[in-house]
T-cell receptor, first 117, second 113 residues
Framework: ETGVTQTPRHLVMGMTNKKSLKCEQHLGHNAMYWYKQSAKKPLELMFVYNFKEQTENNSVPSRFSPECPNSSHLFLHLHTLQPEDSALYLC????????????????FGPGTRLLVL | GESVGLHLPTLSVQEGDNSIINCAYSNSASDYFIWYKQESGKGPQFIIDIRSNMDKRQGQRVTVLLNKTVKHLSLQIAATQPGDSAVYFCAENKGSSASKIIFGSGTRLSIRP
């Protein structure tokens, strides 16, 4: 176990549904991330939260809405998704050292396998 | 443009042999590189990293080599075991924040008995 949990592990939803993905990290990290992983594509960074503040939004459609209530929890709210949004959604966390030159790696959860019908 | 690419999408290795997974990057400003392993049904798992001031770094049964001259990164797995079957990603980081990590598309390693 990496210390990052995600629920649900599998989700099937219609295009008119609203659902939320949940991520929780037990590592004491201060940064959390959402990634999309599609078949045969590199990991796509969607959102970054650093100290609970959103620092990056990589041109993600508004039908994906992130929420970070505290440094340990991250949500991804989904509404009116399209079939092409079907993918594995991965959450990750890291400890960002402000002012430091060294990078810190990310620790990933198991992902939520999403199917949009 | 910038890219982190993998030379081969699949690699088949005899159990017990050494595996070598290659990766090319195009941004000479990248100064931190990571290898991840992703098993079926799981998220990527950190294996080993290397900073640009090093050429080689060893872990448990794994070695990462960095050739900055040709912008090439490799992961060597010694005495490959069935449990090594997975997709392996290289990633580069161009900044001081993990949010700047760029991932490659992955190489699937399969082990022949």
């Amino acid at each position: 176990e990496t210390g990052v949990t995600q629920t649900p592990r599998h989700l099937v939803m219609g295009m008119t549904n609203k659902k939320s993905l949940k991520c929780e990290q037990h590592l004491g990290h201060n940064a959390m991330y959402w990634y999309k992983q599609s078949a045969k594509k590199p990991l796509e960074l969607m959102f970054v939260y650093n100290f609970k503040e959103q620092t990056e939004n990589n041109s993600v459609p508004s039908r994906f809405s992130p929420e970070c209530p505290n440094s340990s929890h991250l949500f991804l709210h989904l509404h009116t998704l399209q079939p092409e949004d079907s993918a594995l959604y991965l959450c990750a966390s890291s400890q960002e050292l402000q002012g430091a030159d060294d990078q810190e790696t990310q620790y990933f959860g198991p992902g939520t396998r999403l199917l949009v019908l | 443009g910038e890219s982190v690419g993998l030379h081969l999408p699949t690699l088949s290795v005899q159990e017990g042999d050494n595996s070598i997974i290659n990766c090319a990057y195009s941004n000479s400003a990248s100064d931190y590189f990571i290898w991840y392993k992703q098993e079926s049904g799981k998220g990527p798992q950190f294996i080993i990293d290397i900073r640009s001031n090093m050429d080689k770094r060893q872990g448990q049964r794994v070695t990462v080599l960095l050739n900055k001259t040709v912008k090439h990164l490799s992961l060597q797995i010694a005495a490959t075991q069935p449990g090594d079957s997975a997709v392996y990603f290289c990633a580069e980081n161009k900044g001081s924040s993990a949010s700047k990590i760029i991932f490659g598309s992955g190489t699937r390693l399969s082990i022949r008995p």
